[in-house]
């Protein structure tokens, strides 16, 4: 497996780590790919209660690397797919776990980082985190289930606010609306994570995959159609002149000049 995600198990946790810290942990096509088999691996191995899902370094996940965007412009609309599937896999995986999947997020939590943190069970989050649905800012659509996931949390006209104008929220903002569940000192995210996945990891395994199951029931019905419908949708703004803009300008550091092309 890449060294770009790491999976460890100890007393039934398998914690997941994003770890390109040099550039916030913001995901390449071979960090994709490792995230789909860090999950597959988690979710099916026996041993495991509970799955934690944390950056390494100082961010989170800040989205997708917009540099291999840039860099692979004229490839998007076909690459896209393969690694929006890739993504969604490992999305699927996490929300057909029998284990309750936890995100621990700190630093910057962007793009698909936020999609991949909507999509876990449970959130804490150190009070300085900041996040943001990046995807507008762009030239794209949502990909990773955050337009399935976000109006379902949120409520629809809060989803397509952040959605919509991707302004950058607080963790007591995203608290208040749903999407996060515990805010706390950053000095004390690891101890805390490490206490509630020792909890789960401690509590009734086949209860809480039947909870899990039948909470999920209830929400993913066409999640998969979805996900597909979302891969297509990035695909086409992938090709679209917006699109090089928005990964050019946000490489030069300047405001994108979209044209809706």
Not at 53 to 78: C, H, N, Q, T, Y
Not at 107 to 129: E, K, P, Q, Y
Not at 152 to 173: I, S
């Amino acid at each position: 497996m890449s060294n770009s995600v790491l999976h460890a198990v100890i007393d039934g946790v398998a914690t997941i780590t994003f770890n390109r810290p040099a550039v916030m942990n913001a995901l390449d096509a071979d960090m994709i790919r490792a995230f789909r088999a860090a999950c597959e691996r988690a979710v099916g191995d026996p041993a495991v209660r509970v799955i934690v899902l944390r950056g390494a370094g100082p961010a989170f996940v800040a989205g997708g690397d917009v540099a291999m965007f840039r860099d692979k412009v004229a490839e998007m609309a076909s690459l896209v797919p393969e690694l929006a599937a890739e993504l969604h896999h490992g999305i699927l995986a996490l929300r057909r776990a029998p284990q309750p999947v936890i995100a621990a997020v700190h630093g910057a939590v962007a793009g698909a980082g936020f999609s991949i943190m909507v999509a876990c069970d449970l959130v804490l989050a150190a009070a300085s985190t900041q996040f943001s649905l990046a995807y507008s800012r762009i030239g794209t659509s949502p990909d990773g289930g955050a337009t399935w996931f976000l109006p379902r949390l949120t409520g629809y006209h809060k989803a397509m606010e952040l959605m919509l104008l991707a302004d950058t929220g607080d963790a007591e903002t995203l608290q208040r609306l749903g999407v996060v569940n515990w805010v706390m000192a950053a000095d004390v995210l690891a101890a805390e994570t490490e206490k509630l996945a020792r909890r789960l990891a401690a509590g009734p395994a086949r209860a809480y995959a039947e909870t899990k199951a039948l909470a999920n029931r209830a929400l993913n019905e066409g999640l998969a159609a979805h996900l597909d419908a979302e891969a297509l949708a990035f695909a086409r703004c992938a090709a679209t002149a917006d699109f090089a803009e928005g990964v050019t300008a946000f490489a030069d550091k300047r405001k994108p000049l979209f044209k809706g092309t």
